[in-house]
């Protein structure tokens, strides 16, 4: 049974740096695809970034150069290090894990990251 719980996250100045990290009960080893998406309020979820086969990566625009996806060698975490916050960033951020490109979607329990300007 999956069950990705996520940790990290809270508040920070603009400018500064948080990491978020998320794991599963046992592995993460047999999830192919890993993503981050936020939501904010009033508005819909968006992907923030994502790693497939733990080197493929991609971003959403509003984040490139600024957030860094990654697992860990055993792939026990799949972690997102936010740099540079901004106040937009200010969101719930949500972990996902796939098993295949398209197949169900895992979600972690959310995560509020909160940027004061």
């Known amino acids: 049974q999956v069950h990705l719980v996520q940790s990290g996250g809270g508040s920070v100045e603009a400018g500064g740096s948080l990491r978020l990290s998320c794991a599963d009960s046992?592995?993460?080893?047999?999830?192919?695809?890993m993503s981050w998406y936020r939501q904010a309020p009033g508005k819909q979820r968006e992907l923030v970034a994502k790693?497939?086969?733990?080197?493929?990566?991609t971003y959403a625009d509003s984040v490139k150069g600024r957030f860094t996806i990654s697992t860990d060698g055993a792939k026990n975490t799949v972690s997102l290090q936010m740099n540079s916050l901004q106040s937009d960033d200010t969101a719930v951020y949500y972990c996902?894990?796939?098993?295949?490109?398209?197949?169900?979607?895992?979600w972690g329990q959310g995560t509020q990251v909160t940027v004061s300007s």
């Open positions: 996902s894990a796939q098993f295949t490109v398209g197949s169900l979607t895992y």
């Open positions: 790693i497939i086969s733990d080197r493929i990566t």
């Open positions: 046992g592995t993460l080893a047999n999830f192919l695809v």
